[in-house]
C-alpha cells in the first residue's frame, strides 16, 4: 500500500463507528505476535491531561537514555503524530507498511463472531507493532476513551496513571463522576501501582475501592499552598516555587522517593504542574517495579524540554499581539486554560482577546462559553472538517450569550486568519475548542 491507500483504508474503518470491548484488538494483537508485551509500558487515562503527562513520562524516560514510544489520542497536526519513537512520528512508509501487514488479520478477524476491527483498534495495534519493530525499551500510552473498554487496555503496565476527573463524554462514560472513575480505573491491573490526581470525593473513592480490590498502592497527587520539604508517604505533592506568575514559575514536587526542587516546565499553564507532578511519580514507581534508579538530573532535563501541540502553542503576531493554539474542549480544560490565558495576557500587556472556537457534538457548548464568552472582545464561531463537528450557527447561538461580538466563519483556517487580519495590536488570537480546530490551523502558525 502507498500511503494514501493505507489512510484511504483506515478511513473505511470508521464506518464502523466505536466498540466497546477488548476482544477485537486482544485477537489481532496476538495476530500480530502481541507486540505490546515486548517492552515496559507506562498507561495513562483521565479527563484533563493525559496527553501531556502522557508526553511528560515519556521525555522523562528518554532523558534517562531509553528508546521511548509515545502513543497519543487524539493528533493535532498530522496523523503521523499518534505515534512516536523518541519524539519523532511514525513515518508515512512505516504507518502505510503496517497497515498494509495489519489488512490480513483485520480481514480474518472480520470473518469471526468477534466482527470488523474498528479504525481505533487498527491504529492501537499499528502504535504497538510500530513500537516492537523499532525496538524500544518503554512505551508511554494514552488511553483514547475511558479506560475499561479502551482498546489500549491490552496492555501489562508497570504504572499506570489516571489524571483529574471530570463530567465529559458523558453519553458514553455515563453521568455521574462515578461512573466515570470506574471506566477510567478500569485500567489499573493487579498489583500495579496507581498514580491519581483525582479531586471529586466520588470519583476518588471509585478508584481507591478498585485500587484496594486490586491491590495496587494507590498514590495520590496533591497541590499544596507551601513548597514541600521532603517525602511522605503515599502521597505527591507538589507547589509552585515562586508565586509571581504560577503558569510559568517553576515546581517543587515531592514524591515518596524524592524530592524536586525548582523544576521547570516547558508545557506552559500551572495545571502542567500537577501532570508533571503525574509524570514523574508513574516514572518513579514503574522503575521501583523492575529495579531502575531514577536520575533527579534526567527528570528535570525532561520535563523542561517537553513539547506537545496544541497546548498553550504561543507565537508572536504582528503589533505585539500573540496567537495561541489550545485544545480545551470540555469545561474542565477550559476552566484551566483560562487563568493561562490572562496570565500570558498581563505579561504581554494584551488589551483584547479574540477568540476562534470550534467544537464536536458530545461536548458542552453553553458550558463552554459560559467560561469563555465573558472574558472575549470577540468570538468567531466555526466548524472542523470532522464527522462530529458542531455546526457553526449552534456555537454562536450559544457565544452570543455570554459575548456581544459573534461573528460565524465556518472554515477555520479562514476564521483564524480572519481573526488575525481584525486583530489591532496588542491582542491575543486564542484558537480553541478541539484538537481537530487546532490541528486545521496549521498553515496559519506564523513562523517564529
Excluded at 493505507?6 to 473505511?12: P, V
Excluded at 517492552?39 to 502522557?54: D, M, N, P, W
Excluded at 452570543?400 to 486583530?423: F, S
Aim: with cysteine; aromatic share 6%; net charge negative.
Amino acid at each position: 500500500m502507498t500511503f494514501d491507500e493505507a489512510i484511504e483504508y483506515m478511513s473505511g474503518l470508521l464506518r464502523f463507528g466505536w466498540k466497546p470491548g477488548i476482544a477485537r484488538i486482544r485477537e489481532l494483537c496476538r495476530l500480530a505476535g502481541d507486540p505490546q508485551k515486548q517492552y515496559r509500558i507506562i498507561h495513562v487515562t483521565g479527563t484533563k491531561g493525559k496527553g501531556s503527562t502522557t508526553a511528560m513520562a515519556a521525555a522523562i524516560l528518554r532523558a534517562h537514555g531509553f528508546k521511548t514510544g509515545s502513543y497519543f489520542s487524539p493528533y493535532v497536526y498530522d496523523l503521523c503524530e499518534r505515534v512516536q519513537v523518541d519524539g519523532a512520528p511514525i513515518g508515512r512508509d512505516d504507518l502505510a507498511s503496517l497497515i498494509s501487514e495489519l489488512k490480513g488479520p483485520i480481514e480474518k478477524i472480520a470473518q469471526t463472531e468477534l466482527e470488523q476491527v474498528t479504525e481505533f483498534e487498527l491504529k492501537t495495534a499499528l502504535g504497538f507493532l510500530y513500537f516492537a519493530r523499532q525496538h524500544v525499551e518503554w512505551g508511554c500510552i494514552e488511553v483514547g476513551l475511558g479506560g475499561r473498554l479502551d482498546a489500549t487496555n491490552v496492555v501489562e503496565p508497570s504504572s499506570t496513571v489516571i489524571t483529574n476527573i471530570g463530567l465529559d463524554h458523558t453519553e458514553i462514560l455515563g453521568d455521574t463522576h462515578g461512573a466515570i472513575a470506574y471506566e477510567k480505573a478500569g485500567i489499573i491491573k493487579n498489583g500495579v501501582p496507581i498514580i491519581s490526581a483525582a479531586k471529586n470525593e466520588e470519583a476518588l473513592a471509585v478508584i481507591s475501592r478498585i485500587a484496594e480490590e486490586r491491590e495496587s498502592a494507590l498514590f495520590r497527587v496533591l497541590e499544596v499552598t507551601e513548597p514541600p520539604k521532603g517525602c511522605q508517604g503515599d502521597r505527591v505533592l507538589w507547589a509552585t516555587s515562586h508565586k509571581a506568575d504560577r503558569h510559568i514559575g517553576t515546581v517543587t514536587v515531592a514524591t515518596p522517593n524524592y524530592l524536586y526542587i525548582d523544576l521547570r516546565i516547558g508545557l506552559q499553564g500551572a495545571y502542567q504542574r500537577e501532570n508533571a507532578a503525574c509524570a514523574i511519580a508513574a516514572v518513579e514507581q514503574a522503575f521501583m517495579t523492575h529495579g531502575l534508579d531514577v536520575q533527579p538530573d534526567a527528570v528535570r532535563h525532561g520535563l523542561e524540554t517537553c513539547r506537545l501541540p496544541g497546548r498553550m502553542e504561543t507565537y508572536d503576531l504582528p503589533g505585539g499581539s500573540q496567537l495561541v493554539l489550545d485544545g480545551a474542549h470540555n469545561l474542565m480544560a477550559v476552566e484551566a486554560m483560562i487563568p493561562a490565558v490572562r496570565s500570558l495576557m498581563e505579561r504581554k500587556n494584551l488589551r483584547a482577546m479574540y477568540v476562534v472556537a470550534g467544537m464536536l457534538n458530545g461536548h458542552d457548548p453553553d458550558e463552554f462559553m459560559r467560561s469563555i464568552g465573558p472574558f472575549s472582545t470577540r468570538i468567531y464561531c466555526c466548524a472542523p472538517q470532522w464527522k462530529r463537528a458542531r455546526p457553526a450557527s449552534e456555537i454562536a447561538t450559544v457565544a452570543k450569550q455570554y459575548c456581544p461580538d459573534v461573528v460565524i466563519v465556518d472554515d477555520v483556517a479562514e476564521a483564524a486568519q480572519t481573526a488575525m487580519n481584525d486583530a489591532p495590536e496588542a491582542t491575543l488570537v486564542l484558537v480553541t475548542g478541539s484538537f481537530y480546530t487546532v490541528g486545521e490551523c496549521a498553515a496559519a502558525r506564523p513562523q517564529n
